[in-house]
């Protein structure tokens, strides 16, 4: 099992509408959560984190943690062509120093006119 | 733009080289890291810094040495150059305020023929 798990995509949605991205972990004693938005030939852009369970939101975007279940989302409302990209889940596990990241392999997200 | 730069942007050498890559950030940030990305792999950690010549290896470490002599540089060094090293090698700091969020450079590309 990874460690952290995204669907890879390509995840369509029309202009406009709700994109729902979906990310689980494995170690139920990790702490703090993280969305990158990263485009084609590009950086990872940090987007949104999250530390406590519910609903973090920030403009168009939404971030909601659920440790019970072990998993993060993140919400764009009302999408944009721009928001086309591969959309990245990291999550702080414990035990390590120095705030590592663990990264998911990407979901990538298509928003079609 | 958290200030980070990388060079070179794009390098290709010979399999046996050693070759180093450079990460600069002009805002006095305490922890720096390097990440490698592969398709089907995401973004996996190398080795990552938390103060001038404290240093600690991350998940792929192999084959790869570091060096910070200074705040403001971070040096990943491949000792000798493998094919399997081809890949696109990003930097990260996080505040020194302890902030958990990674900001990322631009990135380097690296071919190893």
């Known amino acids: 099992q990874k460690e952290v798990e995204q669907n890879s995509g390509p995840l369509s949605v029309p202009e406009g509408a709700i994109a729902s991205l979906n990310c689980t972990y494995s170690?139920?004693?990790?702490?703090?959560f993280f969305w990158y938005r990263q485009y084609s030939g590009k950086s990872p852009e940090l987007i949104m984190f999250?530390?406590?369970?519910g609903d973090k939101e920030d403009g168009r975007f939404t971030a909601q943690l659920n440790k019970a279940s072990q998993y993060v989302s993140l919400l764009i409302r009302d999408s944009q062509p721009s928001d086309s990209a591969t959309y990245l889940c990291?999550?702080?596990?414990?035990?390590?120093?120095?705030?590592?990241?663990?990264f998911g392999t990407g979901t990538q997200l298509k928003v079609e006119l | 733009d958290a200030g980070i730069t990388q060079s070179p942007r794009h390098k290709v050498t010979e399999t046996g080289t050693p070759v180093t890559l450079r990460c600069h950030q002009t805002?006095?940030?305490?922890?720096m890291y390097w990440y490698r990305q592969d398709p089907g792999h995401g973004l996996r950690l190398i080795h990552y810094?938390?103060?001038?010549?404290?240093?600690d290896k991350g998940e792929v470490s192999d084959g790869y040495s570091v060096s910070r002599s200074k705040t403001e540089d971070f040096l990943l060094t491949l000792e000798s150059a493998t094919s399997s090293q081809t890949s696109v090698y990003f930097c990260?700091?996080?505040?020194?305020?302890?902030?958990?969020?990674?900001?990322f450079g631009p990135g380097t590309r690296l071919t190893v023929t």
């Open positions: 805002e006095n940030h305490r922890y």
């Open positions: 810094s938390y103060g001038v010549k404290d240093t």
């Open positions: 170690d139920r004693g990790s702490q703090s």
């Open positions: 999250i530390y406590s369970n």
């Open positions: 990291a999550v702080v596990r414990p035990g390590g120093g120095g705030n590592k990241l663990t």
């Open positions: 990260a700091i996080s505040e020194s305020s302890g902030g958990l969020e990674q900001y």
